[in-house]
């Protein structure tokens, strides 16, 4: 097997691998874009809804990163993966009209797949651990809710009055 790099082993595990994958996405994705705006005809107008879903794809990826709880960094991720689909989706339908340079569209298919599959595997374990972190602390005997207990209300008196 080889060495390990320890600087991408410990990027890979602060989930920078992940945002760097799909920011790389995005920007491949606005070159191919510019090729086929170029190139005229249909693709032309379809070039900003696919610019905007793969961009999209990834600022969401870095706003998870400042997720305020785990269900707002599931959220995030969720609307991260949604727009590697439609992206996914919209580079199958140039590559399968040979709408814009072929290798290129097909290598994009590709790596949307891979990013969809990485993102939903990150959601489900996200789920996964958060679902058992609740059922730990439930028999630990914590309210497993992650609010405040409610408010008591105390009668203070002030003595010699």
């Known amino acids: 097997m080889g060495m390990v790099d320890e600087g991408r082993l410990s990027a890979f595990e602060g989930g920078q691998d992940i945002r760097d994958r799909a ?6 994705v606005v070159k ?6 170029a190139s ?6 379809m070039v ?9 794809c990834a600022t969401m990826l870095e706003e998870a990163r400042a997720a305020e709880s785990t269900r707002d ?16 989706t919209r580079l199958r339908v140039y590559h399968a009209c040979r709408i814009g340079p072929e290798p290129e569209a097909r290598e994009l ?3 949307a797949n891979e990013l969809i599959s990485i993102v939903t595997a990150i959601i489900r374990n996200t789920r ?23 408010r008591r209300e105390y009668a203070f008196q002030i003595p010699n009055s």
């Open 32 to 37: 191919f874009c510019e090729k086929v705006y």
């Open 48 to 56: 900003p809804q696919l610019v905007d879903c793969a961009s999209s």
């Open 109 to 111: 298919v590709r790596e």
């Open 40 to 45: 005229g005809g249909v693709g032309r107008i």
């Open 128 to 150: 996964r651990n958060a679902a058992a972190k609740k059922e730990k602390s439930k028999k630990n005997g914590e309210s497993g809710t992650g609010r405040r207990p409610a």
């Open 73 to 88: 960094f599931i959220s995030k991720c969720s609307i991260s993966l949604k727009e590697g689909r439609e992206s996914w």
């Open 23 to 28: 920011f790389a996405f995005a920007c491949r």
